[in-house]
């Protein structure tokens, strides 16, 4: 398997439908079948459809965190 990310959450949720407040913030896990493999960047994406960041992109972030990661769009 190649590098890929899984258990995407949002404010620890799964499905976060309907969750209030304000800051929402993102985690996932990664995974490969590859020795010695990790992240260094991320890059998150938000929109009104799948596949779709018209709302908000975090852009490339240098970064190997994958939990606590905070939202910076619009309300």
Not at 2 to 17: D, H
Not at 46 to 74: E, F, I, L, M, N
């Amino acid at each position: 398997m190649p590098f890929s990310v899984r258990a995407l959450t949002t404010n620890g949720r799964v499905n976060p439908l309907g969750i209030g407040g304000e800051d929402p913030v993102f985690g996932w896990q990664s995974a490969s079948d590859r020795r010695a493999t990790s992240q260094k960047a991320y890059e998150i994406q938000v929109g009104r459809t799948p596949g779709s960041a018209d709302v908000w992109s975090s852009g490339k972030v240098a970064s190997d965190r994958q939990v606590g990661v905070r939202y910076g769009g619009p309300d």
